[in-house]
C-alpha cells in the first residue's frame, strides 16, 4: 500500500512538474525585439489618432468602459497633478464597493501622444501578488488617423526572484487575456466615438 502510494505521488508531481515546464516555456512573458528583459505584451491597431487615444486613456474615468477587470480607478492626488500626466496617482479597484483587490499606480513617465510609464505597487487582496511591477502604454502613429496601442507589462527596478519570476510565468496567461481584452475594448470605444 505505501509503495502505491509513494508511486502515485511521485506521478503527480511528475506530471505537476511537466505542466509548469510547459506553461513556462510557451508562456507570453517573454523577451521582445532587443530587449534585454521579458514582458507581457498586447498590441492592437485603433483607427484614431495618437493624440485621441492618448486622452482618452490619461483619463481614469473611462476605465469603467474598456476594463475587463477593473470596476473603476480614482485619482488620489488631482489637486496636485492632472489626471494621467506625470506624478499622478490612482488606485484601481476591482469591485464597485471598493473592497477586495485593489492596487495603485504612479505615473512615472509621460512623453505626448506616445508613451506613459506607471508603477504599480501596494496590490490588496490577490492571492499571490507580484510585487515592483511596471506597465507601459506605447502610442505608436502608424499614420494621422491611426494608432498601434501597445500595453506592456514587466518587472522594474529590481531583479525579481525566481519565486517572482515562476509566478509571473504563470500570470502571464490572465495578463495577456486582459490586456487583449481591455484593448479590444479601447479600439471599439474610441473608433465608435469619432
Given at each position: 500500500m505505501l509503495k502505491r502510494i509513494k508511486k502515485i505521488g511521485f506521478w503527480f508531481i511528475a506530471v505537476l512538474f511537466t505542466a509548469i515546464v510547459v506553461m513556462v516555456i510557451f508562456s507570453p512573458f517573454?523577451?521582445?525585439?532587443?530587449?534585454?528583459?521579458?514582458?507581457?505584451?498586447?498590441?492592437?491597431?485603433?483607427?484614431?489618432?495618437?493624440?485621441?487615444?492618448?486622452?482618452y486613456l490619461g483619463n481614469s474615468d473611462n476605465a469603467a468602459d474598456w476594463s475587463s477587470y477593473v470596476d473603476h480607478i480614482s485619482t488620489l492626488n488631482a489637486e496636485?497633478?492632472?489626471?494621467?500626466?506625470?506624478?499622478?496617482?490612482?488606485?484601481?479597484?476591482?469591485?464597485?464597493n471598493e473592497e477586495g483587490i485593489l492596487w495603485d499606480e504612479e505615473i512615472l513617465a509621460v512623453t505626448s501622444n506616445k508613451k506613459r510609464v506607471l508603477s504599480i505597487y501596494n496590490m490588496q487582496g490577490f492571492a499571490s501578488p507580484i510585487n515592483g511591477l511596471e506597465t507601459e502604454q506605447i502610442y505608436e502613429a502608424i499614420s494621422a488617423h491611426k494608432t498601434q496601442l501597445t500595453f506592456s507589462l514587466c518587472f522594474a527596478m529590481h531583479e525579481a526572484s525566481w519565486f517572482e519570476t515562476l509566478k509571473m510565468y504563470l500570470a502571464s496567461y490572465t495578463i495577456y487575456n486582459r490586456f487583449k481584452d481591455n484593448l479590444e475594448n479601447v479600439k471599439r470605444l474610441v473608433e465608435f466615438d469619432l
Open positions: 517573454t523577451k521582445k525585439g532587443t530587449n534585454d528583459y521579458r514582458s507581457v505584451d498586447y498590441t492592437v491597431e485603433i483607427n484614431a489618432p495618437a493624440e485621441t487615444v492618448f486622452n496636485q497633478y492632472k489626471d494621467g500626466e506625470l506624478g499622478s496617482i490612482r488606485r484601481c479597484y476591482k469591485n464597485k
